[in-house]
């Protein structure tokens, strides 16, 4: 049986660890004999990581360390990263230094990626050499999706947790005699073996974190107070959009946690710790319809508790009622998260599932239920399979729409393109078209392949690379957001097409 656990959030950046806390914090609750630490390496300089690992596994001698990796093919560059510019230069820009600064920029970004990801396995190799004894555990989002990856390339004696942790970690402290959940276990001689999850963990069980608890673990929790924190509130997906992974990293069926306990969990943040920034992690905060009536118990129990503060999350808004909207602008809703395009032809070739009309009807009920100057933020799938002239002409149209609904100012369309992810259906399409290769590697380090993973093919894509350099050149960032000076110099490039 496990006597301690050191948990390690392996290095990003810096977002509190909220899927590692949830695990730390359930099993506590069910096995509180246990002593449990958590060490966040994103909050170490990176040339300390080893140093205060090794320090913490010396002192501490846990039997079990269990690391959780959130982001391992992080490519998804959209206007407030930094590699959006890189890869806009490298293709469009007209002046040769930019496009040879760009390619040097590219390759730091992949030299960086490489490094953090063997530092990842280096960490894990040096607990197991430090201590030949300990159980090695790993988890996080990036290991539900590359779970296979990382088999290969842990140390032996580990067991890979794929998906939700709470019910598989406690199987494994338990001895690992029963296990439950999906995960794959490299054994002592270095054979994989995979189990695929049989059973649903009851969310229900997943009440209130208890943050004193936490803090008490948690030296470096008190850093993330003025930051957003991560609040689950349900798990699962059961829409089908082409490029998305979310509906496998949890599964199809929705299951929810109890609004009280979710309530309670954001008032004890907000009223004893201070914290005022939420984001509801779900893969999507309101989505089915019987999502969202859990939706408005929610927003019923924190409009209850009258706390000060302002979240978050992704949203669809297909089942929006007046009512839900006065709720979420009631409770402290700061910005409308969600997938936008204006066109109801893309909206299907990419199975978004829901009609454009709707959500435009959505977005009015916003205005005439108490929106002031919440954010809308658009983030746009720009060039997807099936986009054309016209259906890029629409989806301008739209935007245009929402600047009259809601104020320029407040509407801030995201220059985003669809990230080619591992087993998605636009994956095998784009495979099945010679797009990409079969069988390629999807955490390939090729920065020509990373780049064809982020689909902006031409035509259109030498439009918009422009439209956006052009932009960056001359709009000024203090007055003017650079996806809607973007979307202002696509426009006229449009008119000028038939
Ligand atoms: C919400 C979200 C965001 C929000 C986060 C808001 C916030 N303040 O927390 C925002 C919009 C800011 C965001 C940003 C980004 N995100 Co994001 N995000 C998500 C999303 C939808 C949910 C993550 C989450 O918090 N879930 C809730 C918690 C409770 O679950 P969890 O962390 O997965 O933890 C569970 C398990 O993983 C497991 N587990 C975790 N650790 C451990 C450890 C052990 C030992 C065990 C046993 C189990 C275990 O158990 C936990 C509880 O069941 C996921 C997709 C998804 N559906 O999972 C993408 C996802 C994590 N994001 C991703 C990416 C790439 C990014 C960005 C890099 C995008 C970009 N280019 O800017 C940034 C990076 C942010 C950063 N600083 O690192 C990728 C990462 C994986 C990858 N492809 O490598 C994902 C998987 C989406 C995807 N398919 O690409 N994101
Ligand atoms: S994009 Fe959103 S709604 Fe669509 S499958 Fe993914 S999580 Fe579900």
Request: hydrophobic share 40%; aromatic share 12%; net charge neutral.
């Amino acid at each position: 049986m496990t006597s301690s656990i050191l948990y390690v959030r392996l290095p990003c950046w810096k977002i509190y660890p909220g899927g590692v806390i949830y695990v730390a914090d359930y099993i506590h609750k069910q096995r509180p004999g246990i002593q449990q630490h958590l060490l966040d390496l994103a909050l170490v300089e990176p040339s300390e990581r080893k140093r205060v690992l090794k320090d913490l596994l010396t002192k501490m001698k846990p039997d079990m360390v269990a690391f959780s990796w959130r982001n391992m093919q992080s490519f998804g560059p959209h206007p407030e990263d930094d590699a959006l510019d890189v890869v806009m230069d490298f293709d469009y820009s007209p002046n040769v230094f930019k496009r040879l600064k760009a390619a040097k920029s590219a390759l730091s970004i992949i030299y960086d990626y490489t490094l953090s990801r063997l530092s990842n396995f280096g960490y894990m190799k040096m607990v197991r050499k430090m201590l030949p004894e300990s159980r090695i555990v790993v988890g996080g989002t990036a290991v539900s999706i590359f779970g296979k990856y990382v088999a290969e390339k842990c140390p032996d004696d580990t067991v890979i947790v794929v998906g939700e942790g709470e019910d598989t970690m406690l199987s494994i402290v338990d001895g690992f005699t029963a296990p439950v959940g999906e995960f794959f276990y490299k054994d002592r001689n270095g054979r994989v073996e995979h189990r695929a999850r049989a059973e649903y963990f009851d969310l229900s069980r997943l009440t209130a974190v208890d943050f004193p608890y936490v803090e008490s673990i948690f030296p470096d929790f008190h850093s993330y107070i003025n930051d957003d924190f991560g609040v689950h509130t349900k798990r699962g997906c059961p829409l089908k959009c082409n490029f998305c992974l979310y509906n496998k990293i949890e599964g199809a069926a929705q299951r929810y946690r109890d609004p009280q306990e979710v309530a309670k969990e954001v008032e004890v943040l907000n009223k004893q710790y201070g914290v005022k920034n939420i984001w509801f992690t779900d893969a999507q905060f309101c989505s089915t319809k019987k999502s969202t009536v859990h939706v408005e118990q929610i927003l019923d129990e924190l409009l209850a508790r009258k706390l000060d503060i302002s979240w978050s999350g992704y949203l669809r808004l297909n089942f929006l009622t007046p009512e839900i909207a006065r709720k979420m602008l009631a409770t402290g809703m700061c910005s409308v998260d969600l997938s936008f395009t204006g066109s109801q032809e893309i909206i299907n070739k990419m199975t978004l599932g829901y009609k454009l009309d709707q959500q435009m009807e959505a977005f009015r009920m916003f205005k005439a239920n108490g929106f002031t100057n919440q954010k809308i933020k658009l983030y746009m799938p720009l060039n997807a399979p099936g986009e054309t002239i016209q259906t890029l002409k629409k989806t301008v149209e739209k935007i245009r729409e929402l600047y009259d609904m809601f104020g320029r100012d407040n509407v801030l369309p995201f220059i985003f393109f669809i990230g080619i992810q591992p087993g998605t259906p636009v994956e095998k399409q784009l495979i099945s078209e010679g797009y990409l290769k079969a069988g390629y590697n999807p955490l390939t380090l090729n920065p020509f392949i990373i780049k064809r993973l982020l689909y902006n093919p031409q035509p259109l894509g030498r439009l918009i690379g422009h439209a956006y350099l052009e932009a960056a050149r001359t709009s000024d960032p203090n007055s003017e957001y650079i996806g809607r000076a973007t979307m202002d110099i696509i426009e006229r490039e449009l008119s000028l097409m038939t």
